[in-house]
């Protein structure tokens, strides 16, 4: 009920519609805040059946459930979901009128869908819908050529997903000739079998899906100019929020539906995803836009997250999950700020701004904390997440895991030429910027607590995962696992 | 027993009182409309609330639920005419007569079980509409009345050969007797490909579908929106139901060639609707790629497939009805062309035809919660489940270009710029609530019509 809930709540920000032009942003405000405290909720007590899930029949001609659930898997990208639109809210401009928080919150309650979705056409819809309100979003706010970001972005996730929905249907399909059965459950489908000449097409199907919905290389097209043109707070709910759906997707439905056919294709999977990783990082080191740094920081950050889960180790699935949160919260956090530094000092090119760090020395730390989360350093969850899934990759591929060891040290080095560039060295010329407000630095210190508390204790999320690798796969590695006496 | 046909007899009582109406009052009264309109209206609750189930003459005429549902459909689409052109100064006292002639020829099309009824239903859906669509005195409004008339003669002969043909192969004209063949014979052969195309150039499948742009864009829109939803239901309903009556066992056959034609249609239609600048020509492309959509499901040749066919009518008579009368409340009494540029701003200056236009677009575009997403995936899986993964993967395909075509507008309708408005009258504004609700509802909460459309089109023996 709770997830239902969850996910209700957004749309009752149709009635931001009919609030005085004044209101809306309180208004959107207070939705925002119920979702995070119906998080809070579930997060700090134990939720019976009847508040965790949901599982109406909802097209029973069809053999399609309505099926959400606040489990251990999906309860911290909901989390974030809710964390993430709560400061995009908070850091939007009062005057964008209902359209902008209402598509906003509508993205919300989209993404907490895809999070607890367990029904693949659940999912699915979720899935969909998800690029309305991101289609909205870029084509009326962005700047530049909105019109055909907005597209690109629309059309290249609906190519993935319509080429998914032959998948999930050919699931179902097979399913009820399997068994007499027409059902979309996971958890009834991931006992199927398809026939192999089906099956590897299928699996692609899927696949494709979630990779441009992630977006991981090379099928990223609609992520530099969606990120670089979009206003930082919609930045932050895609780069936090929705680019997780597509590697969350790969845990919830790819590893139990298809890990047959991802240990198969282990290889090609790594090597993909390591490609995207080192594209990702090289492209970062040669931005000179600070937004564009970050984008690209972030397409190698979601390859790493791809790596771990391609291990299929329990170590490298879990140690993804938490990537996500994490990302999520410190990418957020980073676009925001970007968003506020561009906001005063009127540009983005690295090469024209410098030395700020003496005029604005609130902006400046926590900044800095941001950066040093995102590459990485002990003690932040960059970090703790990278560390699990350099664990899974040990035991799965060692050249991949030295692959992604040298590019550890390529992300230190642009996020902290980004950093240098912006913040440090000589003072550039002009006006001297004016420095964060108090509630700008009462937002961003929230999230900066949420990320301390993330990266000294990851057990906080860690703990609640249920066991992700699937059973039968590395054998081999799992048995090495367990005589590591790891604590999964 | 009794029962029988009841609907299909109330509207035809009703054209005959509309007719008479038109001839007592003043030629500027709307009465005639409101005769349509609550003869229509009684149809349609007659048929809501009639179970039948009776063949009648050795299955020459076929009054099961399927009939009713195409009964419905049809009414649906009458009314939403008649109230799209409530205007009697504009449209004169014969329109709504016309209407229901049209109405009453796509339900004997949905109950014809013999080639003759078949053919009888299919000239009383076509007659009135070359009247009609020739009723705009512009030169479009002529040509298209042209068009349509000789493309329609045209298709009604090869039609009628076809069944002349199939006569003699079988010595009969009632569907039920051409089965308990899998081979089809030659001669056979022949009259089932002419019969087909006959049918095919009333759905507008390509490459029969050249008339299809210029009528409806000539014509004018209310009588469009008939065609877009009217005119397919009857073809596609009589289609359907020769093909699973009377070659059901030869479905290897035909399903593979409609399969192919379906994927061309689907595609090309869409790619074509994809640089059209006037609105109405758009939704016409849109109305032959859509027509493609349903040939899938007559092409997967299953239960599913045919239940995923009839169904499909619905959510796309919907979504265009809603569209057509958006073009409808744009383009004003002067009934001046409505294009992509008229729509600029729409969002800002009447935002619940915005609201309405967007609708409509992401159910053609078959985004989930809109009715149109249901009718897709049902597709797909009719198709999956007869083992076409070509149509279903041609099916996507089609998809992905439409929604550049539906994503265009609605990018216009918030784009900056001083576009056309419209009024709104009590009709248009009807149409618009309803066809955008009931769009929605079945998008939402798709069991109740899901189920009962289905159910009529339970073809066991297909599959």
């Known amino acids: 009920m709770l997830a239902f809930l969850l996910v209700l709540i957004p749309w009752i920000g149709l009635a931001l519609f009919l609030l005085p032009k004044a209101w809306v942003k309180a208004g959107a405000v207070v939705l925002a805040g119920v979702e995070v405290v119906l998080f809070a909720r579930a997060l700090l007590a134990p939720l019976g059946r009847f508040l965790a899930t949901v599982d109406w029949n909802w097209i029973p001609s069809l053999g399609v459930h309505f099926h959400l659930s606040l489990d251990g898997l999906g309860l911290f990208l909901v989390g974030l979901a809710t964390v993430v639109t709560l400061a995009a809210v908070l850091t939007s401009p009062r005057d964008r009128g209902a359209a902008y928080y209402f598509w906003l919150l509508l993205a919300e309650s989209t993404a907490i869908g895809v999070f607890t979705a367990l029904d693949l056409v659940t999912f699915y819809v979720f899935w969909e819908v998800v690029l309305v309100p991101v289609f909205f979003l870029l084509g009326g706010w962005a700047v530049g050529p909105a019109r055909s970001t907005a597209l690109k972005w629309l059309i290249m996730n609906l190519f993935g997903s319509l080429f998914m929905l032959i998948g999930i249907i050919a699931m179902g399909v097979v399913h009820a000739q399997e068994t007499g059965h027409l059902t979309f459950q996971l958890a009834s489908l991931a006992h199927t079998t398809l026939v192999p000449a089906v099956a590897p097409w299928v699996f692609l199907a899927f696949l494709v899906a979630f990779i441009i919905k992630a977006p991981l290389w090379p099928l990223h097209g609609w992520m530099p100019p969606a990120y670089s043109d979009a206003p930082a707070p919609v930045t932050a709910v895609i780069s936090g929020v929705l680019s997780k759906l597509g590697v969350f997707a790969m845990v919830r439905v790819l590893v139990p539906l298809f890990h047959v056919e991802m240990s198969q294709a282990e290889p090609w999977l790594m090597a993909l995803a390591a490609v995207g990783l080192v594209y990702g990082a090289e492209l970062a080191l040669r931005q000179k836009d600070v937004k564009m740094v970050a984008a690209y920081g972030s397409l190698s950050h979601m390859a790493m997250m791809a790596l771990g889960i391609f291990t299929l180790t329990q170590a490298g699935l879990v140690g993804a999950t938490f990537y996500m949160v994490a990302h999520g919260v410190m990418l957020g956090g980073l676009f925001l700020i970007l968003g506020w530094y561009e906001e005063q000092t009127g540009s983005r090119e690295l090469r024209t701004l410098g030395g700020l760090n003496q005029s604005v020395p609130k902006l400046t730390v926590w900044f800095q904390i941001f950066a040093l989360a995102t590459l990485g350093l002990p003690g932040l969850p960059g970090f703790a997440g990278e560390y699990m899934i350099f664990q899974g990759l040990i035991q799965s591929n060692v050249t991949v895991a030295a692959v992604a060891g040298v590019i550890l040290v390529v992300a230190a080095w642009y996020m902290l030429r980004l950093f240098q560039g912006a913040m440090q060295g000589p003072r550039a010329a002009g006006r001297p910027p004016g420095d964060l407000t108090t509630p700008q630095v009462g937002l961003i210190g929230a999230l900066g607590l949420l990320v301390l508390v993330l990266g000294i204790w990851p057990a906080s999320v860690t703990s609640h995962l249920p066991t992700l690798a699937p059973a039968g796969v590395h054998q081999a590695a799992q048995a090495a696992h367990r005589q590591g006496g790891e604590r999964a | 027993m009794m029962h029988f046909l009841e609907p299909e007899i109330v509207a035809t009582v009703g054209i005959l009182a509309t007719l008479v109406a038109a001839m007592l009052v003043r030629p500027r009264s709307t009465v005639p409309y409101w005769f349509g309109l609550v003869f229509s209206a009684a149809a349609l609750v007659r048929a809501l609330t009639l179970h039948q189930s009776t063949h009648l003459y050795g299955g020459v005429v076929l009054g099961d639920s399927y009939s009713i549902v195409v009964t419905v459909f049809t009414l649906l689409a009458v009314m939403a005419g008649l109230l799209l052109a409530w205007d009697p100064e504009r449209y004169g006292a014969e329109f709504p007569a016309l209407m229901q002639l049209a109405g009453v020829g796509a339900m004997v099309m949905g109950f014809a079980g013999n080639l003759i009824l078949l053919f009888l239903g299919l000239e009383l859906l076509s007659l009135p509409l070359y009247v009609l669509a020739a009723s705009r005195r512009t030169p479009l409004g002529g040509e298209a009345g042209l068009k349509y008339l000789l493309i329609g003669a045209f298709s009604s002969g090869i039609l009628l050969f076809g069944a002349a043909l199939l006569y003699g192969a079988t010595g009969s004209m009632t569907f039920v007797n051409f089965t308990a063949v899998h081979v089809v014979p030659g001669l056979m052969a022949a009259g089932l490909g002419l019969l087909l195309v006959g049918l095919l150039y009333k759905l507008a499948i390509m490459p029969f579908h050249m008339w299809v742009p210029d009528v409806y864009e000539g014509s004018p829109t209310p009588v469009t929106a008939f065609m877009a939803f009217g005119t397919k239901v009857g073809a596609a309903a009589a289609l359907l139901r020769v093909l699973a009556f009377g070659f059901s066992l030869s479905a290897a056959w035909w399903g593979l060639m409609l399969g192919y034609l379906a994927v061309l249609t689907m595609i090309a239609g869409n790619m074509v609707a994809l640089p059209q600048r006037d609105l109405k020509r758009l939704l016409a492309w849109s109305g032959v790629g859509n027509a493609g959509y349903v040939l899938v499901g007559i092409a997967s040749h299953n239960v599913v497939g045919a239940q995923a066919a009839l169904f499909y009518l619905l959510p796309y008579g919907l979504a265009i009805l809603l569209a057509f009368t958006v073009v409808r409340i744009l383009e004003g009494r002067e009934e001046a ?29 078959g985004i989930p919660l809109t009715a149109g997403f249901i009718g897709k995936f049902y597709l797909v899986r009719g198709a999956i489940a007869a083992d076409q993964w070509g149509v279903a993967v041609g099916l996507v395909v089609a998809t992905i270009v439409g929604l550049a075509v539906y994503f265009r507008p609605v990018q216009q309708m918030f784009a900056p710029g001083e576009g056309a408005t419209g009024r709104f009258t009590v009709g248009t504004g009807i149409v618009l609530a309803v066809a955008a609700l009931g769009t929605l509802f079945i998008g939402i909460y798709p069991e109740p019509v899901l189920h009962a459309v289905i159910q009529s089109a339970r073809f066991t023996w297909l599959h």
């Open chain 2, 337 to 365: 062309p409505v294009t992509l540029a008229s729509l600029k701003g729409l969002a800002y200056r009447q935002p619940w035809l915005a609201v309405g236009f967007l609708v409509a677009m992401l159910s053609l575009a």
